[in-house]
């Protein structure tokens, strides 16, 4: 059964820094990872898509790497600004699943 | 423009009523799924379902229902069997056989039992 873990599960930074958020699975089986940024009671705002195939994904200040073989993507966000603060949660899809580990609660400091 | 689509927005369930969230894409979408979302938490999957007339049950099924009697809607029927109902739903749809395209959501339903 795939298990998706997010690590840490909230972070608060001063705003300007560059941040790692982790995402890790445990079956390595897997067709994409796709990173998803949600606000408080609204719905999911896609960020980024990798494919199994790919390395990693650029969109702005935020990119995206996956190690498929040892199960771990990376976000990294560059240059925090207030405005990045949400939950970023982390979706891989299987055969015939999408599932999602409980994100993480991201806070910048002004 | 293309999109998946959730009504209500927020609905109030009275204890021991059966309510129906519904779910539409014209995305042209195999796959759809159905999500609840409890506080804190990440996205636990109820249904899911990849061709009409056709559906499994995802983690978290026991006390809901679905049909999938057409491919552009997928309704969730929250029954009075569901101890705990309150949360926030949210439906995704996906392409398949292609697997590498992206999930797209709804901006979901908040359930709470009054």
């Known amino acids: 059964k795939q298990e998706v873990t997010q690590i840490p599960a909230a972070l608060s930074v001063p705003e300007g820094e560059n941040l790692v958020l982790n995402c890790s699975f445990t079956d390595s089986a897997i067709y994409n990872l796709q990173w998803f940024r949600q606000d408080p009671g609204k719905g999911l705002t896609s960020l980024l898509l990798?494919?199994?195939?790919?390395r990693e994904q650029t969109s702005g200040r935020l990119n995206a790497s996956l190690d498929k073989s040892s199960g771990r993507s990376t976000l990294y966000i560059a240059a925090s600004q207030p405005g990045d603060s949400a939950t970023y949660l982390c979706?891989?899809?299987?055969?015939?699943?999408?599932?999602f580990g409980k994100g993480t609660r991201l806070h910048i400091l002004p | 423009d293309g999109g998946i689509t959730q009504s209500p927005k927020y609905l109030f369930r009275k204890e021991g009523q059966n309510v129906t969230l519904s779910c539409e894409q014209n995305l042209n979408h195999d796959a759809m799924y159905w999500y609840r979302q409890d506080p804190g938490q990440g996205l636990r999957l109820i249904y899911y379902?990849?061709?009409?007339?056709?559906?499994q049950k995802g983690d978290i099924a026991e006390g809901y229902s679905v049909s999938r009697e057409k491919k552009e809607s997928f309704p969730l029927t929250v029954t009075s069997a569901q101890k705990n109902p309150t949360a926030f739903y949210l439906c995704?749809?996906?392409?398949?056989?292609?697997?590498?395209?992206?999930?797209?959501f709804g901006q979901g339903t908040r359930l709470t039992v009054v």
């Open positions: 979706a891989v899809k299987g055969d015939d699943k999408i599932i």
């Open positions: 990798i494919q199994s195939s790919q």
């Open positions: 995704a749809s996906s392409t398949i056989p292609d697997m590498n395209t992206e999930a797209f």
């Open positions: 379902s990849q061709i009409v007339n056709d559906f």
